[in-house]
């Protein structure tokens, strides 16, 4: 099943160290998603992209936020000077279209955890 | 802020059917009616999805009535594997908006 995967599973890092994620969508799929989730929380919207263009960002994607999709397959999300507030868990989602309400398949993310 | 409202969990036992309604009051004309499934750990899976009337699919109905202000999942004879967060979502042509969802849990 090659579905969306995300690279690392969990990462561990002291409050300023900067980390990237990566996602790799399912290969077809033309738009890809960034979430976050906190604890209890449903999925917050973080940005996306349609091929490798950034079409919107959330005011959550601070300066220190920053995504990428050189190529329009493979995304990179890095966050440089990491706060306590940035743990939780990173989501990548695909899907096939120009319309959010395509299903959108998630991956199961990288969990982030801030010393 | 979410677009849609839903009870906060519920509880359940083996074998029933289980309703999880969604209120949204706002919806656009042009929004469609999603809902997700999350186990713990795990990014969301989709489980269906309607724009009005009623939709089924191997896993779950949707009931979406004329008004479309408010929808039901419907999950027919639920298990211990059910036991997951539900969330009901309306989109159209911009970004999926979450809420908080709904946490079922299934008892034997």
């Known amino acids: 099943d090659t579905g969306v995967s995300q690279d690392p599973r969990h990462k561990i890092t002291k409050r300023g160290q900067n980390v990237t994620f990566r996602c790799d969508p399912i290969?077809?799929?033309?738009?890809l998603y960034w979430y976050r989730q906190t604890l209890g929380q449903g999925p917050e919207f973080l940005t996306y992209?349609?091929?490798?263009?950034?079409?919107?960002k959330s005011r959550l994607l601070s300066d220190r936020f920053s995504a990428e999709r050189p190529k329009g397959s493979f995304s990179t999300l890095e966050i440089q000077r990491t706060e306590q507030g940035d743990s939780a868990m990173y989501l990548c989602?695909?899907?096939?279209?120009?319309?959010?309400?395509?299903?959108?398949?998630f991956g199961d993310g990288t969990r982030l955890s801030i010393l | 802020l979410a677009k849609t409202t839903q009870p906060i969990s519920m509880d359940s036992y083996e074998g029933q059917e289980v309703n999880i309604t969604c209120s949204h009051n706002?919806?656009?004309?042009?929004?469609?009616i999603t809902w997700y499934q999350q186990f713990p750990s795990q990014g969301p899976r989709f489980i269906i999805q309607?724009?009005?009337t009623k939709v089924t699919n191997e896993v779950a109905s949707l009931f979406i009535p004329a008004d479309r202000k408010s929808s039901t999942l419907s999950l027919p004879r639920v298990s211990l594997s059910d036991t997951a967060v539900y969330y009901c979502?309306?989109?159209?042509?911009?970004?999926?908006?979450f809420g908080q969802g709904t946490e079922l849990s299934v008892k034997p």
């Open positions: 989602a695909s899907s096939l279209g120009d319309r959010a309400n395509q299903p959108q398949h």
């Open positions: 290969s077809e799929h033309n738009r």
């Open positions: 992209f349609q091929n490798e263009a950034q079409l919107e």
């Open positions: 706002n919806i656009a004309t042009n929004d469609y």
């Open positions: 309607g724009y009005k």
């Open positions: 979502l309306v989109a159209w042509g911009g970004k999926l908006i």
